[in-house]
């Protein structure tokens, strides 16, 4: 790579959108889901994207994620122009570059906690042995080892998300997607999960964007974007982020 693209890469945000507008239905029945959003997330940051229901929050998640596609405007990842790719073209982005945890755990019930996380690895063509041992070393590292052959009825909701996260990350995506992933556990656990994916961001340099409704889970993150009818109402930074000593929130 020549010094120039190489600073130029640098110089360009992980993810841009430009102008994103997100209509649904027709008519009377049209929907502006989202509304000439405009937004750059560097890579590294936590960012945390809060709003009432109904306010573009999911939506802008869903265009990032690529599992949506905007009406109008631009969105640039790494500097490349995501809605004029191919459907095939979108699904290896995601394959190769996000990883993804939602409220609900998505787990195959009558699957170990092993396999589970493998199935990323599968999809890839992997072999048998980088599986389990990728498997492996990721389950360790969201403090479940010794877990690994547990179905999801044999561990709990918080261990349950450890899970998701493991399958998500075991790819070693540059972007971490979360969707509410603590609307489904108690205070205690949901701080725990926050704990594991800060310590993510900070140690891994995983880049993370997560959506709550949630203002203690929000203030996990580094920066705390705010939609309001599909528009972006605020975008601030969180200098003490929650959980962080204030030498690791420098």
């Known amino acids: 790579m020549s010094e120039a693209r190489a600073a130029q890469d640098a110089a360009t945000p992980l993810i ?21 959003v405009d937004l750059d997330v560097e890579a590294g940051e936590f960012v945390a994207i809060m709003g009432p229901s109904g306010s573009g929050k999911s939506t802008v998640m869903n265009v990032i994620g690529c599992l949506d596609t905007p009406s109008a405007g631009q969105y640039l990842f790494r500097g490349v ?5 191919s459907r095939d073209q979108r699904a290896l982005l995601r394959r190769l570059y996000l990883g993804f945890v939602f409220q609900g755990f998505n787990l195959l019930a009558r699957t170990s906690a092993q396999e589970n996380v493998e199935l990323p690895l599968l999809y890839r063509g992997e072999s048998v042995q980088a599986r389990h041992a990728a498997a492996s070393a990721t389950l360790e590292s969201v403090g479940l080892g010794g877990r690994e052959h547990h179905t999801p009825a044999e561990l709990s909701g918080g261990q349950q998300q450890r899970v998701a996260i493991a399958r998500a990350i075991v790819t070693n995506p540059q972007v971490l997607l979360a969707d509410e992933p603590t609307g489904n556990l108690d205070t205690h656990r949901s701080r725990e999960i926050m704990e594991l994916i800060q310590g993510l961001n900070r140690e891994r340099g995983l880049t993370v964007l997560m959506v709550t409704h949630e203002a203690e889970m929000a203030a996990y993150a580094k920066r705390i974007v705010r939609f309001v009818d599909g528009r972006i109402a605020s975008d601030v930074r969180n200098d003490a982020p929650a959980g962080a000593s204030a030498g690791e929130a420098a």
């Open 16 to 36: 841009r959108l430009r102008g994103i507008t997100r209509v649904y239905g027709e008519g009377q029945a049209q929907v502006r889901a989202l509304d000439g």
């Open 81 to 85: 122009a995501v809605e004029k790719l």
